[in-house]
Nanobody
């Protein structure tokens, strides 16, 4: 099992930026892909982006492409989600997830989840 801990959420005005962090521990050798999802009240959990732990292309949902960027710091086993040009519709709880699969885009493709961090974008 992989343990994931997110941080960096908060309140920001529209047009602003936030950077989320996700620190991984445990059986990280079994992880192929790290992903970010979000869930707004009353809505289903939505894929945001995914990144191969071994390198390779990062892929994003159309709704965030060009505004959000994933990166990683191998030594710290940490992945980041840089969110720029934030919009009120980006308001959600953001979750970090780990998968043993290559490039999944759905929640069922991920095995381990963090506790989530709230991001609120005011208009």
């Amino acid at each position: 099992q992989v343990q994931l801990v997110e941080s960096g959420g908060g309140l920001v005005q529209a047009g602003g930026s936030l950077r989320l962090s996700c620190a991984a521990s445990g059986r990280t050798f079994s992880t192929t892909t790290m992903g970010w999802f979000r869930q707004a009240p009353g809505k289903e959990r939505e894929f945001v982006g995914g990144h191969s732990w071994a390198g390779g292309p990062t892929y994003y949902a159309d709704s965030v492409k060009g505004r959000f960027t994933m990166s990683r710091e191998n030594a710290k086993k940490t992945v980041y989600l840089q969110m720029n040009s934030l919009k009120p519709e980006d308001t959600a709880v953001y979750y970090c997830a780990a998968s043993s699969l290559r490039a999944p885009r759905v929640a069922t493709g991920f095995d381990s989840w963090g506790q989530g961090t709230q991001v609120t974008v005011s208009s």
